[in-house]
């Protein structure tokens, strides 16, 4: 009987096909006691375990490239941690088999992370996913994961590692549907960079039988189960249309009555450049350089290697703007030899900006790379730093900047609530503002980004989170100066004509959501735009600050 459900659209396009679910199979291997001479059998098995698991994983990443990369890189390191490596052996050495000195080593280093405080909430995914691949293949079992399938699917889980969707094959996986995650958790982010429509935070998901058939919508969040032909029809219909309206649509973004907007890319490294090329991005709104940080977690790269990967993507836009945000460490993006190991709420600690304050030379150092970097392009560069919180913040930033002797526009990320309250204060230093959407939303609501439950609460159509854009805009307007957006906000086509109603000036976002965006703003008129911007934040809730939106915009 069709019956639809209701997520979080988190990546746009529509699938339809059979359900198949992630192996999630929890290993426990048995607790049996093994004799002492052959322990030194044992610690060998588990090392060489641990070592193809770690290769397997930098191999997964050195294929998917990217932001996806970075984290499976980042997998890569847990498997090899020495600590880990050495408690492990201890285990085998007081008698336990590999498969189970591995199992139970885990659980002390997880049960250690989650004491550290809850921001490891999205590692600990990472984390087990390790320990299970390297349990898997101890025990001769399938590596859990993504189900071996010839026939297209719709892929469920409850939540999906970043191992498996780094490597999910578009032309297998439909799309997928997730029971946790937010909008904003790094399986988005990644479903995005894909381009493969999902849906997250559904309650039920992992309910849904195996080979039943599903309509995905990971536009509107809605999953509809076993649709009848005609709703399969139709929504096949609206897709290939939809598809052929977003090749038509090219050049830069703007409304209907030619009110211009920029759209731009968000990116992790030159790897992403070619999408955003190929997406018609106007340049980069967001280049994230954390992701050149990851490989080492134990030192910065050097100014060298900083100004290769920074050159490569500015001379993909000769003419555009790039948008290069300075390290943005800790929190869901810990560095440790910049991030406090001891920090009872690391979100709220040392990190972005507060952290590059505390090591200016690794600031210092990003500044005069991305100096070199420039020298002799045309290019518009514009540095921007993380989690500003008021006017000093900005002043240090822009302090740091004109002593590295850059030539760039610099600018503030709008990421906390006092930076939207005060940003006419803030622009008093700083030429620019960028509305970080994803963590503005994470401190206005209490709701940390990374768990499902309160995924409700980091919704970009939350009322109180438009407002702080609009004061963000106005104050910028007031100041003649400029105001994107480069949360994932951005990229949802009816929000991102919000956001231009509102008075935001550039939109960014991942490469495979600029048709869409790009198509929904050519339909619109401005006027339009500030009607629904102003009907959403009339609405008190972000269901009907969508709704109202959507009303005022679909007399298209
Ligand atoms: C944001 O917070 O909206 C943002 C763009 O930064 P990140 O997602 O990298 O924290
Ligand atoms: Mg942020």
Known sequence: MTETLQGVGVSHGVAIGQVRHMGTAVLEPEAKQIPTEDAAREQARAKRAVDAVAADLQARGNLAGGEAQAVLEAQALMALDPELMADVERRIAVGSSAERAVYDAFAAYRALLAAAGDYLAGRVADLDDVRNRIVARLMGVPMPGVPDSDEPYVLIARDLAPADTALLDPTLVLGFVTEEGGPTSHSAILARALGVPAVVAMPGATAMPEGVVVAVDGSSGAVIVDPSTETQERLRREAAERKAALAASTGPGRTSDGHLIPLLANIGGPVDVPAAVKAGAEGVGLFRTEFLFLDDSKKAP????????????????????????????????????????????????????????????????????????????????????????????????????????????????????????RARSILREVEFLSLGTNDLAQYT?????????????????????????????????????????CGEAASDPVLACVLTGLGVTSLSMGAASIPYVRAKLAKVTLAQCERAAAAARAADSAAEARAAANQVLSGE
Request: charged share 25%; aromatic share 4%.
């Open 302 to 421: 050097s100014e060298d290697a900083q100004v290769e990967a920074y050159r490569a993507v500015l001379e993909a836009f000769p003419e555009g703007r790039v948008v290069v945000r300075v390290l943005d460490a800790g929190a869901d993006k810990p560095l440790d030899f910049l991030t406090p190991a001891d920090e009872p709420n690391p979100a709220l600690g040392v990190r972005g900006l507060r952290s590059l304050l505390e090591h200016p030379e690794v600031l210092r150092t990003q500044l005069r790379a991305l100096a070199r970097a420039a020298e002799g392009l045309p290019v518009h560069l514009e540095v921007m730093a993380p989690m500003v919180a008021d006017r000093q913040d900005a002043k240090a930033f822009a302090d740091a900047c004109r002593e590295a002797g850059l030539q760039a526009k610099f600018g503030a990320m709008v990421e906390i609530p006092s930076a939207a309250l």
């Open 445 to 485: 609501f209490a709701a940390d980004r990374q768990v499902g439950a309160v995924a409700r609460l980091q919704d970009p159509w939350q009322p109180a989170l438009l407002d702080l854009v609009a004061l963000s805009a106005e104050a910028a307007r007031a100041e003649g100066k400029s105001c994107g957006v």
